[in-house]
């Protein structure tokens, strides 16, 4: 446990500086800019009637029991 938390500790305040260390030494971990360029419709678009008419259902029950919203209104 104390391993653990002293792992933690180095991490959160050296992070940065491990993160360079690392892309020096292993160029191909390197995280770099990433643009996406694909056509993804909608997420209602994408759904198939079956997973539309449960997404439907899931918000009422959301709205309706929890009265708190998980998606916006259309």
Do not use: H, Q
Not at 4 to 19: D, W
Not at 41 to 54: C, M, P, S, T, V
């Amino acid at each position: 446990m104390l391993f653990a938390l002293l792992v933690l500790t180095i991490v959160f305040f050296f992070g940065k500086l491990l993160e360079k260390c690392i892309a020096v030494c292993f160029p191909s971990v390197a995280i770099g800019n990433i643009e996406l360029n694909e056509s993804i419709d909608n997420y209602w678009a994408a759904l198939d009637d079956e997973d539309r008419k449960w997404s439907t259902r899931e918000e009422e029950n959301a709205r309706a029991l929890l009265t708190s919203k998980i998606l916006t209104d259309a």
